[in-house]
């Protein structure tokens, strides 16, 4: 027996943050949840939509139409489940400026975001605070996991080294996901997880790819770069000296703008003066606003907002600027 009682006690002591909550974060979050883990923080930007239901096993149709934050939604079933599990759902963006907060006091940190920014900034957020992190991405078929152990294995940029040009990657959107493949990673991801927390011996050292399609498993060994930047101390998304304001989602023809400081937007009289510019459905959480039939704009109460139907960073700063300001 791998866990045991001592290992399920190790366990209950132990708290995990989760970055992102569409399929590979509620599959993680799930199981942790069904495990025991004494505290979850779930930290999620988005609202659920119809098309995270084909491949996400936590949310329905009801989080769609009252257009749930995913992280409140999550909260709500995942304490049907284990009730004595403390969790934390935070409706935020994380950046540069608050993932050190987010991070605080966690043991753990697992991957469920979209786009290779994010990741870099949690690698050098692992690297400088020494929390494990447990790297999982998805698409089409395929899907891998990796496992930095701050001090004793490489980073995430020792094996992908820069954000690729936009387009030059398949996406969800270009090549799809099987609704399976994002559940497969996230156990993985997940039993990774509970192996490190619990200081198991079998903690895999090596990148797991996985093609669901062709039923192929294969490990692989991650070498150390010597001119990784990260590995050098160089922080170069904590810092910010890379990543922007505007993030280009995975698959989805989205762009996210952020302010580039914490306000507070009044959803209520922005819908006044949005109400005779275009189609608007206002929420608890949100404004959802379309200009015209190719695009539709997302307001959060924090400043944020998610353009859809681009994925042109000065198209999507431009709109934000027309119905915003500077």
Partial sequence: EWIGKRGQKKLREKSGLIIGCGALGATTATILVRAGISNLRIVDRDIVEISDLSRNMLFDETDVTKMMPKPLAAKKKLKRINSEVKIESIVDDVNSG?????????????DGTDNLETRFLINDLSLTEKIPYVFGACVSSQGMVMNIIPGKSPCLRCFIEEVPQYGSLATCETAGVLPSIPIVIGAIQANEAIKILINNETVEKRLIFID????EFSKLKVDRREECP????????????????????????????????KIHLSLEELAKRLALRGEIVVGKHLIKFAPNKEKEIIFFSDGRAL????????IARSLYSKYIGN
Avoid: F, H, W
């Fill in 307 to 314: 353009i859809k139907g681009t994925g042109d960073k000065k």
């Fill in 212 to 215: 669901i399609e062709k039923n």
């Fill in 98 to 110: 608050n993932i050190e907060r987010y991070a605080k006091g966690m043991d753990i940190i697992l």
């Fill in 230 to 261: 990260a590995c050098r101390g160089e922080y170069e998304y904590l810092m910010r000296r890379k990543g922007t304001d505007a993030t280009i989602l995975c698959g989805r023809e989205t762009v996210q703008i952020s302010p580039p400081k």
